[in-house]
């Protein structure tokens, strides 16, 4: 019996990334633009999610996608009420979603004419950040409540988003929230991030969002 | 967590790169894992236990080399490496950093075992 040492050096998500890739080859087949949203349980993904559906309904097409821990369709409920296409669905129990969730979500998602689709990933700052989804951009709905210090404990989220929301900025008054520490964990994490302040429940600050998110599916398309 | 998925997927690589060399036995793999990469702790060596049983890498070892972040102040060219949440640069205080190293998430080698001469 030998014993030999042979080199691997591969990548552990590998699986889940080539997955990933063709996650966003049938989005990009259907000139859909997807957008990932993660972020802490209740930071405000529905509501944020929801506000921006409406206020972007008269320009594109969306749909959603929820990723759900388990088979609850509150959240779910809220878009069909829109009367927007939804799907849910369920890890069973996983902390995030994965490539092959959401590959396997997708088949029951027609997205001809869809322009646009969140997918809501389960409430989560650690796992969600290490495993793609196929996403064109990757969102995290940070909210005021949670702290400042998120970014300094939660360095991985914070390093591979391109779009960050700070959600709740109604409550900033009653909290402790020191913007400038907050934002300077961002930098360091993530210089330069798009950064958009706002309040999904009073609209504060939507508008921001709402304009550079239609920036940059009209440059998308155009690509 | 997703310390399954992530067992799983170590299995898979392990297994592919065993039976490309029709090795008999796995006796050891060796992770690397960087603290900004993605956080998996020791219940990996348990989930371990459980799926590699009855395949060619059971009782196989785990072996995780962990990368703190590695971090160069900008305003000093100080570099200095964080294990736990960041901090500010040791020597001038300052939080204008860069990072440098820490995404690090792979199978870098495995150990086997083969009937015979050496592969
Ligand atoms: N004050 C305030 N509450 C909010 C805001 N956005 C969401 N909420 C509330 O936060 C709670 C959790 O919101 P939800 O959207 O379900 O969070 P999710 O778990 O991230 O999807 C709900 O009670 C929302 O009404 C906001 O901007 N300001
Ligand atoms: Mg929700
Ligand atoms: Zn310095």
């Given amino acids: 019996m030998t014993s030999t040492r042979i080199p691997v050096v591969e990548k552990i998500l590998d699986a889940n990334d080539q997955v990933a890739q063709q996650n966003r080859a049938w989005f990009d087949r259907h000139r859909t633009f997807a957008i ?55 890890t069973g129990g996983d902390c995030h979603l994965d490539a092959v969730m959401l590959h396997a979500g997708l088949q029951s998602l027609p997205l001809e004419g869809i322009d646009v689709v969140f997918i809501e990933n389960v409430g989560n700052l650690i796992c969600p950040a290490a495993f793609k989804l196929g996403s064109h951009r990757n969102l995290l709905v940070a909210s005021t409540p949670e702290g400042d210090d998120k970014p300094y404990k939660y360095p991985n989220m914070y390093r591979g988003i391109d779009v960050l929301i700070i959600n709740k900025m109604d409550l900033m008054p009653y909290l402790d929230f020191n913007m400038a520490y907050f934002q300077q964990g961002v930098e360091i994490l993530n210089p330069g991030l798009r950064t958009f302040p706002v309040s999904a429940k009073t609209g504060e600050g939507m508008s921001a969002w709402i304009n550079w998110l239609d920036e940059v599916i009209q440059q998308h398309r155009q690509q | 967590m997703h310390e399954l998925a992530v067992t799983e997927s170590v299995l898979e690589i392990a297994l592919r790169h065993a039976n490309q060399v029709n090795a008999e036995r796995v006796t050891d793999i060796f992770l690397v894992i960087g603290r900004l990469s993605s956080i998996v702790d020791d219940s990996v060596q348990f989930y371990w236990n459980m799926i590699a049983e009855n395949t060619i890498c059971q009782n196989a070892n785990l ?26 640069c040791p020597r001038c205080n300052s939080f204008h950093l860069d990072v440098i190293g820490g995404e690090e998430f792979y199978v870098e080698s495995i150990i ?5 001469a050496a592969i």
Avoid: W
Wanted: charged share 25%; net charge negative; glycine share 6%.
């Fill in chain 2, 112 to 116: 086997v075992e083969k009937e015979g």
């Fill in chain 1, 36 to 90: 990932n949203v993660m972020a802490s349980p209740g930071a405000g993904k529905t509501t944020f999610i929801l506000k921006t559906l409406e206020l972007l309904s008269a320009k594109y097409r969306m749909a959603v996608i929820e990723g759900d821990t388990a088979p609850v369709t509150i959240d779910s409920d809220k878009v069909s009420a829109l009367g927007l296409p939804v799907v849910q669905i369920n």
């Fill in chain 2, 63 to 88: 072996h995780f080399k962990r990368v703190p972040a590695r971090l160069r102040c900008v305003d000093c060219q100080m570099e200095f490496e964080v294990q736990d949440s960041l901090s500010p």
